[in-house]
C-alpha cells in the first residue's frame, strides 16, 4: 500500500501501539455495577447480518454498547465523533445539511438528489439521505460504525460506510421504564421517560418520549432571539409479538418534531465590504456586524427577517422472523416521511442582502421499502439470500430572492441603469421546483464457507437496479433582470439574472429518466491464527447511485431547459482491507488493527460557484490509511478506550480531476485520536460512581474548498461526565460537561454571499454543562 506523506506503515504501527483505540462495545445493563472482574464483556454485532463476536467478524467495525452510550451521554449520532476517530460530522447549518464522512469519504447532503455515501440504519430500517437520520435516537442497544463499502447487506450500497443503529426492543419479563430529567447551560430542559409492558406471555409493548429545549448560542444583534436554539419532541412505539416458537414479530412506530431557530453562521474574516454592509444596516436601523471575532459568537439578521428549520420525521416498521426449521426468513416492511422547511436570511448579516421568506426553502421524502432475507447453514456453509426493493419520492423547492440592499451593495445607481433599478422591487427573485422518483430493486447473496474451523472464506454479490425520473419547473418574479436584458445593462444583467434567479428558464422546465445496473459485492478470507488472534485480508465493491441536480442554475441554457443538464453519473469505489483482531490478557486487553485503500471512480462533488451547486463527477478520488482501535481493563471498574486513524484522502493528479488534481480533501483530517477513560468506584453502601471523560483530536483540514482561509487547525475537544448511582440500578445522578475546555473550531467556513473578500463561519458549539436525574422502576 502506497500512503502518501512521508509515513511508513511501520511507522504508523508504532505510533498506533504507543497511543492506541476504541472497540469497546460493554454489554452489561445500563446502570448496574460492574461485576468483580477485569475481563472486558463480550462484544456481539450484526455486521454481517448475523449475530457474532466483534473478534470473529471480519469487517472494520467500532461497536459502541448501551453502557459506554449511557456513561458518554451520547443521544445524537453527532456526537458518535468522541468515540469512533474514523467519522466525521459535517454540520454547517440545520439538520437538512448535514452530512457524515468515514474514512474522509462523505456527501455534502445540502443537495437532495445526492444519495449519502455513509448510510444510516435505524432499527433495520435505512434513511433516506444523513440528515434525515439526525433525529433523537431514543434508548439505545448498541451502534455499529462499519467502515467501507457497504456494497451486499443493508439495503441501499452505500460506497464509504455505514452506521447501524439498534434501539432497544420490548421485553416480556415485567414492568419496568425510566423518568428522567435535565438542567444545563443556555436554559437547556429536556425530559424523557420510557415505560415496558407485557400484554400476555407472547407479547410486550414499549413507549418512550422525549421533548428537549435550549436557547440558542447566539443573540441576535436586531432582535431579542438567540439563535440556534432546540425544541425537539421525539416518541417511539414498539409491539413485540411471538404467536409460535418459531415466528416472531417487531412492529415500530414514531415521531419527531423539530422547531428551531438554524442556520446561524458569523463573520469569521472581515473583507472589504465590512464597512459598506455596516452603513448599509445603520441605514435601515440595523446593526450589521458587531464583532470581528467569530467566537463572540455574535449573530445578525435583518430586522423581520426569520431563521428557522421545522422538521416533521416519522414513520412504522413491521419485522417479521420465522424459523422454517432448514432456514430462517426475515421480512421489514417500512414507510417513512421526513419533511423540512427552511426560512433564513442568508447574507449572515444586518444588511438586507438575500433570504429565504417564511418556507421558503422546503424539502421532503417519502419512502417505502421491503426486504427479504432468507439464511441457515448447510454443513460448512453459512448462506443468506435476500431481496430488496425501495420506492422514494423527493421533492425540493427553493425561492432564492433579493433584498432591499442587494443592488446597493453592488453600487446602486453608479452601478446600475435607472430603469433596471425602477423595475427591481425587494422580495424579488425566483423559484425552482424538482420532483423526483426512485425506485431500487435489488437482489443479493451473502455466504460464509468453513474451510476448515480456522479458515473461512465470505463471499457476497448484489444485483441492483436504480431507476430514476425528475420533474423541474421554475417560476420567475424578477422584473429588474426582463429590464436589464431589455436595456443591454450589463451590470444589470450580471447581477439581476444571476443563475438562481435568471428569468431567460423557461419556467415551464424539463423532465427526463434514467436507469442504471450495478454489480457490487464483497471477497473476504478470514484466518484464526489462535482463539485470540484473527486475521482477514477482503475486497469489496461499492456503488452509489447518479442522479439529478436540484438547482435551477445547473440548466445549460435556461430558455430551453433540458432535464438532462441536471443528471450525473454513478460513483463506484474498489476497496482492498487488511485487518487483524486480538484479545489478550484473559481478555482484558483487545485490540483490532485495519489497513485500507479505497479507489473511488465517477466520484460525485457538488460545488458552490458562487452563484450555483454544481455537480461534478470526477475521474478519481481515493482514501488510504490505518486504523487501531484498544480496549484495555487493567484493574477492576476501570476501562480505558483509544483510537487511531491515519487518513490520507485525496484526489489523485488527473486530467479528469480538473482543479481537484492533487488536492487534499475537504473535512478529512489526516489525523484524529479519540481516548476515553471510564472509572466505577465504590463510595459508601450501596453507591458507588462512575467517571468517564473522553476527548478527540483532530489535525487541521480544509472545511470547504481549497483556500486557506477556509483552513480549521489542530484542535482537540473533551467531555466529561460524573455519575452517582445505586448498585440496584434504581436511580443515577449525572453532572456532565460538553466540550469542557470551551474550545473554538469552525465546522465551515464559506465565501460571505453577496460580500466579495469576507467569509462567514458555522461554529463547532461551545461548553455545555449541567445535570441529569435519573429515576429506573
Given amino acids: 500500500m502506497n500512503i502518501r506523506g512521508s509515513i511508513s506503515v511501520s511507522a504508523l504501527l508504532l505510533a498506533a501501539?504507543?497511543?492506541?483505540?476504541?472497540?469497546?462495545?460493554?454489554?452489561?445493563?445500563?446502570?448496574a455495577p460492574q461485576e468483580e472482574t477485569s475481563r472486558i464483556d463480550d462484544v456481539i454485532v450484526t455486521a454481517t447480518k448475523r449475530e457474532e463476536r466483534l473478534i470473529e467478524v471480519p469487517v472494520a467495525v467500532t461497536a459502541i454498547g448501551a453502557e459506554q452510550l449511557q456513561n458518554s451521554g451520547v443521544s445524537d449520532i453527532r456526537e458518535l465523533t468522541g468515540l469512533a476517530p474514523s467519522v466525521q460530522f459535517q454540520t454547517p447549518g440545520g439538520g437538512a445539511d448535514s452530512s457524515i464522512r468515514i474514512r474522509g469519504i462523505g456527501t455534502t447532503s445540502t443537495n437532495p438528489g445526492l444519495e449519502s455515501s455513509v448510510g444510516v440504519v435505524i432499527d433495520g430500517v435505512t434513511r433516506a439521505r444523513t440528515g434525515v437520520a439526525l433525529s433523537e435516537l431514543g434508548d439505545l442497544?448498541?451502534?455499529?460504525?462499519?467502515?467501507?463499502?457497504?456494497?451486499?447487506?443493508?439495503?441501499?450500497?452505500?460506497?464509504?460506510?455505514?452506521?447501524?443503529?439498534?434501539?432497544?426492543?420490548?421485553?416480556?419479563?415485567?414492568?419496568?421504564?425510566r423518568l428522567e430529567g435535565t438542567y444545563g447551560a443556555f436554559s437547556n430542559m429536556r425530559v424523557a421517560g420510557a415505560i415496558n409492558v407485557p400484554l400476555s406471555d407472547n407479547a410486550a409493548v414499549r413507549v418512550e418520549a422525549s421533548s428537549e429545549t435550549r436557547d440558542g448560542f447566539y443573540p441576535d444583534a436586531n432582535s431579542q432571539e438567540t439563535m440556534d436554539n432546540l425544541d425537539r419532541q421525539f416518541v417511539r412505539a414498539k409491539l413485540r409479538y411471538e404467536p409460535s416458537e418459531n415466528l416472531s414479530w417487531l412492529f415500530s412506530a414514531d415521531y419527531t418534531q423539530r422547531e428551531e431557530n438554524c442556520c446561524i453562521a458569523v463573520l469569521a474574516i472581515a473583507g472589504p465590504t465590512y464597512g459598506l454592509v455596516n452603513s448599509l444596516s445603520a441605514a435601515r436601523g440595523n446593526v450589521g456586524y458587531t464583532s470581528t471575532n467569530p467566537f463572540d459568537r455574535q449573530a445578525s439578521k435583518t430586522r423581520g427577517r426569520v431563521n428557522s428549520e421545522n422538521i416533521d420525521d416519522w414513520g412504522f416498521s413491521a419485522q417479521a422472523d420465522w424459523d422454517l426449521g432448514w432456514a430462517s426468513l426475515t421480512s421489514v416492511t417500512a414507510y417513512r416521511s421526513w419533511e423540512a422547511?427552511?426560512?433564513?436570511?442568508?447574507?449572515?448579516?444586518?444588511?438586507?442582502?438575500?433570504?429565504?421568506?417564511?418556507?421558503?426553502?422546503?424539502?421532503?421524502?417519502?419512502?417505502?421499502?421491503?426486504?427479504?432475507?432468507?439464511?441457515?447453514?448447510?454443513?460448512?456453509?453459512?448462506?443468506?439470500?435476500?431481496?430488496?426493493?425501495?420506492?422514494?419520492?423527493?421533492?425540493?423547492?427553493?425561492?432564492?430572492?433579493?433584498?432591499?440592499?442587494?443592488?446597493?451593495?453592488?453600487?446602486?445607481?453608479?452601478?446600475?441603469?435607472?430603469?433596471?433599478?425602477?423595475?427591481?422591487?425587494?422580495?424579488?427573485?425566483?423559484?425552482?421546483?424538482?420532483?423526483?422518483?426512485?425506485?431500487?430493486?435489488?437482489?443479493?447473496?451473502?455466504?460464509?464457507?468453513n474451510v476448515t474451523d480456522a479458515l473461512s472464506v465470505t463471499a457476497g454479490l448484489r444485483w441492483t437496479q436504480n431507476k430514476k425520473s425528475i420533474d423541474f419547473w421554475g417560476e420567475n418574479f424578477n422584473p429588474a433582470c426582463d429590464s436589464a436584458r431589455a436595456t443591454g445593462d450589463a451590470p444589470g444583467v450580471t447581477r439581476f439574472c444571476a443563475p438562481f434567479w435568471d428569468t431567460r428558464m423557461n419556467p415551464a422546465g424539463d423532465t427526463d429518466s434514467r436507469t442504471e445496473?450495478?454489480?457490487t459485492g464483497t471477497f473476504n478470507i478470514a484466518y484464526q491464527f489462535a482463539p485470540n488472534i484473527n486475521g482477514y485480508v477482503s475486497y469489496s465493491r461499492g456503488y452509489k447511485s447518479g442522479g439529478y441536480n436540484f438547482d435551477r442554475a445547473g440548466f445549460t441554457t435556461p430558455a430551453t431547459p433540458n432535464a438532462r443538464d441536471l443528471a450525473f453519473s454513478e460513483e463506484t469505489v474498489d476497496a482492498y482491507e487488511i485487518g487483524l483482531k486480538t484479545e489478550f490478557f484473559d481478555r482484558r486487553l483487545i485490540a483490532n488493527l485495519a489497513a485500507y485503500k479505497q479507489t473511488f471512480e465517477g466520484f460525485q462533488l457538488i460545488e458552490y460557484t458562487g452563484v450555483n451547486f454544481v455537480v461534478r463527477s470526477l475521474a478519481e478520488a481515493v482514501s488510504e490509511?490505518?486504523?487501531?482501535?484498544?480496549?484495555?481493563?487493567?484493574?477492576?471498574?476501570?476501562?480505558?478506550?483509544?483510537?487511531?486513524?491515519?487518513?490520507?484522502?485525496?484526489?489523485?493528479?488527473?486530467?479528469?480531476?480538473?482543479?481537484?488534481?492533487?488536492?487534499?480533501?475537504?473535512?478529512?483530517?489526516?489525523?484524529?485520536?479519540?481516548?476515553?477513560?471510564?472509572?466505577?468506584?465504590?463510595?459508601?453502601?450501596d453507591l458507588y460512581g462512575v467517571a468517564y471523560i473522553d476527548n478527540r483530536y483532530s489535525s487541521e483540514f480544509f472545511t470547504g474548498g481549497f483556500d486557506p482561509n477556509r483552513v480549521q487547525g489542530s484542535f482537540s475537544v473533551a467531555n466529561a461526565r460524573f455519575s452517582l448511582r445505586n448498585e440496584g440500578g434504581d436511580w443515577a445522578v449525572d453532572l456532565w460537561a460538553r466540550n469542557v475546555f470551551d474550545k473554538d473550531y469552525y465546522r465551515r467556513v464559506i465565501p460571505a454571499t453577496f460580500q466579495a473578500g469576507s467569509y462567514s463561519a458555522f461554529l463547532g458549539d461551545p461548553r455545555t454543562y449541567g445535570i441529569t436525574l435519573r429515576r429506573n422502576f
Fill in 141 to 177: 442497544e448498541r451502534i455499529e460504525v462499519l467502515r467501507g463499502p457497504q456494497g451486499t447487506l443493508f439495503g441501499r450500497n452505500t460506497s464509504s460506510g455505514l452506521i447501524n443503529i439498534v434501539t432497544r426492543a420490548p421485553s416480556f419479563s415485567g414492568i419496568d421504564g
Fill in 517 to 519: 445496473d450495478a454489480i
Fill in 341 to 449: 422547511s427552511r426560512s433564513q436570511d442568508f447574507d449572515h448579516s444586518g444588511a438586507d442582502l438575500g433570504f429565504f421568506a417564511p418556507d421558503g426553502l422546503h424539502q421532503n421524502f417519502d419512502v417505502f421499502t421491503q426486504e427479504f432475507r432468507l439464511q441457515g447453514t448447510t454443513g460448512r456453509l453459512d448462506w443468506l439470500v435476500g431481496a430488496y426493493y425501495s420506492d422514494e419520492d423527493v421533492r425540493n423547492d427553493s425561492a432564492y430572492r433579493m433584498g432591499a440592499d442587494y443592488p446597493l451593495i453592488y453600487g446602486g445607481a453608479a452601478t446600475f441603469q435607472a430603469t433596471t433599478l425602477a423595475a427591481f422591487t425587494p422580495g424579488d427573485g425566483a423559484r425552482g421546483v424538482g420532483e423526483q422518483s426512485g425506485q431500487d430493486i435489488s437482489f443479493f447473496t451473502h455466504n460464509i464457507f
Fill in 625 to 685: 490509511g490505518v486504523e487501531l482501535e484498544v480496549t484495555w481493563r487493567p484493574l477492576d471498574g476501570l476501562t480505558i478506550t483509544n483510537g487511531l486513524s491515519y487518513t490520507d484522502a485525496y484526489y489523485p493528479n488527473d486530467p479528469g480531476n480538473s482543479t481537484y488534481s492533487g488536492r487534499e480533501m475537504e473535512q478529512s483530517p489526516d489525523w484524529v485520536n479519540v481516548s476515553s477513560v471510564t472509572y466505577e468506584f465504590p463510595i459508601s453502601g
Fill in 17 to 31: 501501539s504507543l497511543t492506541a483505540t476504541p472497540a469497546f462495545a460493554q454489554q452489561a445493563p445500563a446502570g
